[in-house]
């Protein structure tokens, strides 16, 4: 049954296909394709990368695009097929169908979507009507990109619902995909208690305001997702976020990355690798994904300081004035400043030491230990410690100066602020070798943003 399928199949195709210019540098041609056939036995045909969870970047406007390697001993024409097996792995009409050219790879470029999964099929021309199906394989693309939609970086939550939920994404939003956002109840079903107005609506531009007056407290998930209008039918969520309505973590966290730029750079050899540490950097990227963990465990009101990490504070102390060090105090002390109304500001570092073997965390907590700050800072210390396996013993500490002031800019600021919960934190050495390269890993940096935002959540929550 699904043989002549296939075989009606390919005679289509070949009708189809007799007349397409082929590249005139190939051994393809006209003649070759109507009369192939061969001797007993069959070609020797195999599938061998079809790439597996790659992800393929998709210009907007294109299809996707992929490199199968393909392994033959006869430069006979072939044909590849690739269906759509999502819902069941019976094969269906294929979407599309091309010569493949050249004796030892192909690029294959085809209509696909992400979190579908598709069969390649390479045919080889037989005599007319016995076509075989000489490979076969399916390959999991769910890391594909959605075909000529541009959704970045991700929508992200600004703030806890206060007169509604206000979303903004950026999207190109091309003509031929549709944008919508789609609600889901966490506490209950999936459509829970969500009015049906709220569950699904169209995304015109780049932001979008939920009226969360008509939604109970309670735990949502919001979804952007992309369709392509006309195409082939499938559709992606792009991205999700969660976020409460009503009472609970009604906390503003303000979260920054220390330094600016490349601030703190220093270059090691591990087993033979060279790689530089950039403080700065790192430790922004550690910053996004905090803001990222907690609005996704439903601290929503999570912000950074800087829009970029070249981006330093200005006001109101001026840092074109002084030494390097009293401009770099004062950049840290208006960040301070910005931790007014804000319930935590925790900055994030790593240490510098002449003992490179150093590779402990420290922890610079409020210097009147305001709010038990000593006991949450602890719990950092020791959330570092584990997540980063650590053998020194962390350092809890305050940092005052002689005229009994806050030592740090930073820290300075935030008390002048009344910020009840401040902290700069040490997440290891980077003159730590070890630590610096566990630090470049974004693996790495994502388990400790975790292990933050549960402590974070623990305090507030627990
Ligand atoms: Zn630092």
Redesign the pocket.
Known sequence: MLNQFRRDLFRGWLSAQNNTPVDASSSYSEDTTLIAQWDSPPPDLAIQNLPEGATIFVPRGMQGAFIVQISRDRNIPYVWMIYDITDSDAVGEPFIGRPIIGTSFALFSALVLPTRRYTLLVHTHMEEGATEALALASVDIRSFDVLGVAIEPLPDILSVPEGGLVVNIRSSNPANTLLEWVLRDLDNNPDGDIPPHLRYQEIHGASFTIPHEDLPPGNYRLGVRATIRGGVPGEEMWDSKAFRVGAGYPEKILIDA??FGD??TFTHTLDGVTFTYR?GRR?WVLQEMMLDELRNIGFANTQRIRNSVYDRIDTPHSITDGTAQQRNFNDNRNRGLKAEGFDLLMQL????ATNSSADWAVIIYPMDNRNDSRTLGHSIAEAIRTTMGLDGTSSVRTAVNANGLESFGLMRGANEADCPLYFIT?NSFHTNPQSAWWLMQDENLRLLAKAYAEVIRNWFRG
């Open positions: 220390g330094h601030g703190n403080e430790m570092h790593s240490d510098a040490e």
